[in-house]
C-alpha cells in the first residue's frame, strides 16, 4: 500500500502562485496531479514517469510545472498565473503504471484545496 499526503494548497488572487508537495511513503513510477472543481469532473493536471516524460493538460501549460524528487519520494506542482478557473480539490495520485492523465492510478492522496479569487 502506498500513502499520498498533500501539502500546500491555500487561497490566492488571480496571478498569483501556488506550490502543492505530496509525499509518498514510497518509491513509485508514475505520477500525476488531478483537481476537481465543484459541479465538474475530475481533471488531470499532471503526470511525470520516473524516466522523465511529463504531460500536462492543455489548460495548465505553461502556467503549470510537475516535479519530482526521487530522493525523497516527493512530488511537486508549482503553480503560476493562477486563475479563478483553476479553483478546486487537487489529488496526487501513483501507480505503477502510466495512466498518464487519466484518472485510474490505483493510489489517492486525500486532495489539498486551492482557491483563486479575482
Known amino acids: 500500500q502506498v500513502q499520498l499526503v498533500e501539502s500546500g494548497g491555500g487561497s490566492v488572487q488571480a496571478g498569483g502562485s501556488l506550490r502543492l508537495s505530496c509525499a509518498a511513503s514510497?518509491?513509485?513510477?508514475?505520477m500525476a496531479w488531478f483537481r476537481r472543481a465543484p459541479g465538474k469532473e475530475r481533471e488531470g493536471v499532471a503526470a511525470?514517469?520516473?524516466?522523465?516524460?511529463?504531460n500536462y493538460a492543455d489548460s495548465v501549460k505553461d502556467r503549470f510545472t510537475i516535479s519530482k524528487d526521487s530522493a525523497t519520494n516527493t512530488l511537486t506542482l508549482q503553480m503560476n498565473s493562477l486563475e479563478p478557473g483553476d479553483t478546486a480539490m487537487y489529488y496526487c495520485a501513483a501507480d505503477w503504471v502510466w495512466w498518464i492523465l487519466l484518472p485510474k492510478y490505483k493510489y489517492w492522496g486525500s486532495g489539498t484545496q486551492v482557491t483563486v479569487s479575482s
Open positions: 511525470i514517469a520516473s524516466y522523465g516524460r511529463i
Open positions: 514510497t518509491d513509485i513510477a508514475y
